[in-house]
């Protein structure tokens, strides 16, 4: 059970950080595209209609590709927040229904003994609900966003 966590964890670790590599890459190339683009387009511009206006033309595509990417934020950031909670339930469903882990417990529980094994579920319940309410505040939008 434990070996199919850690499978899933570098599974998907692996994953990120070839997403995070491949990410930044096309925001490198896309910046350099965006300069070239930007360059041409200023020197169009001004050989066309002067210097003042070359500079607004530069400076409005620099703001088109600002709020493109801040949409992309945005998209990105609503995509992520829906997500762990998804696959939080769905690993912890399927923990619970694996019939080795509730043979693992009630080893456990015969192990301790019920009179001992009270006081550290009691323990565990606090701390799981401490972290379920962090869990919460996390989740919160924040106003300044």
Known sequence: ????FMDDFRESTGSAL????LAIAVAVLLF???CFLCAAAFVFVLQKYGLLQACFAG???FFVATML????YMVRKRQIRKKPVEAAKSTMQAALSDPM???AGLQI??????KRIIPIVAVAGIAIGLMA???QADAKPDPEE
């Open 1 to 4: 059970m434990f070996q199919k």
């Open 32 to 34: 350099i595209t965006t």
């Open 133 to 135: 309410g962090r869990r």
């Open 109 to 114: 529980v015969r192990t301790i003994g019920v």
């Open 69 to 72: 990417a801040a949409i992309a």
């Open 18 to 21: 070839r997403l995070t590599s």
């Open 59 to 61: 400076a409005g595509v």
């Open 101 to 103: 882990v509730l043979a």
